[in-house]
């Protein structure tokens, strides 16, 4: 009797202290996230102030000449983020839809293993990949003059996003309860109106949180992108805006910070870029969050 008032007791305990710890652990992280914002306004917030606003804002980064325009940097991070998204978005559900449903047991053994792996390549080795070879075969297959372009960037960064949104929206699509996909069957449908009509419905705000996933990840990417983008700070506002060279926020920030002065107008500038490059991250994760929420509410009504 005494043994098992100990043994609960001893249970209860280690039960409140990992709760404990849990809680914890994500006040921790919510003060990190806190004080690298705080860090980033006190080191950039001074740019709005030693600039003119025309200039901050303005079309040439050019910062010998004082000139810190971050219009074409933006333009460039959204050029290559929209076009990696482009080319990965569909590929990853493509690929989740047919490891979760289609592809035979032993193969989705292999496949998803497979993918982790591919997870873990390191982005200098993918830059140098896209220097060394991928550049080389935009130039000659689309006849540029030079393949370090933003469809480059965005080729790498659809090839580091998928292996996100792959994993994501797999685990979303196998979460998807069993008897969907029974009564649909049972009802007549074909196994592939099943998948899109049911399925996918059904984990639509996991895919939508992979998707979301990806893009973040292409987002925040800096040195494939330093490598293979061709580092031209300019906007090209015409069809063939995807096929010239561009510069990223990131891109800049990682191969400008360690020449400037710190304290120097330049210096506070580069910090100013964060805050802006934090800012577009948090609004995309802001948005998919209501999304999620929406379609959370949305199952729920009609489940009951």
Do not use: C
């Not at 100990?6 to 809680?23: G, P, Q, V, Y």
């Not at 050029?79 to 690929?95: C, D, F, N, R, S």
């Not at 992979?210 to 490598?227: D, K, P």
Request: no cysteine; charged share 15%; glycine share 8%.
């Amino acid at each position: 009797m005494n043994t098992s008032i100990t043994e609960r007791k001893r249970t209860s305990l280690t039960e409140f202290a990992a709760e404990r710890l849990i809680k914890a652990s994500g006040a921790v992280a919510i003060i990190f996230v806190f004080l690298i914002f705080a860090f980033l306004l006190r080191e950039g917030l001074p740019a709005f102030t030693e600039v003119p606003l025309d200039n901050l804002f303005s079309t040439r980064w050019y910062p010998i000449e004082g000139l810190y325009g971050m219009l074409p940097l933006l333009f460039g991070s959204l050029v290559v983020t929209i076009g990696a998204a482009l080319i990965a978005m569909p590929i990853g559900l493509l690929t989740a839809i047919f490891i979760a449903e289609i592809a035979p047991r032993w193969l989705r053994e292999i496949l998803k293993p497979m993918i982790e792996i591919v997870a873990g390549i390191p982005s200098v080795v993918l830059g140098f990949f896209g220097v060394a070879v991928l550049s080389s075969v935009v130039r000659q297959t689309l006849n540029l003059p030079t393949g370090l372009t933003a469809f480059t960037g965005a080729l790498i960064l659809a090839y580091m996003a998928l292996p996100t949104i792959v994993s994501v929206a797999e685990d979303a699509l196998d979460a998807v309860p069993r008897s969907y996909r029974d009564a649909a069957l049972a009802l007549g449908a074909t196994k592939w109106q099943t998948i899109w009509m049911v399925t996918v419905k059904a984990g639509k705000s996991g895919i939508l949180t992979a998707m979301m996933l990806g893009v973040g990840r292409a987002i925040g990417e800096t040195m494939a992108v330093l490598m293979v983008t061709g580092n031209a700070a300019r906007i090209a506002l015409d069809p063939g805006a995807l096929f010239n060279p561009v510069r990223t926020m990131t891109a800049t920030i990682a191969a400008e910070m360690g020449e400037v002065a710190q304290g120097s107008t330049h210096f506070h500038v580069l910090f100013a870029i964060g805050i802006v490059l934090f800012v577009i991250t948090f609004l995309v994760n802001l948005i998919a969050s209501f999304a999620i929420f929406r379609q959370s509410k949305r199952s729920a009504r009609l489940l009951s």
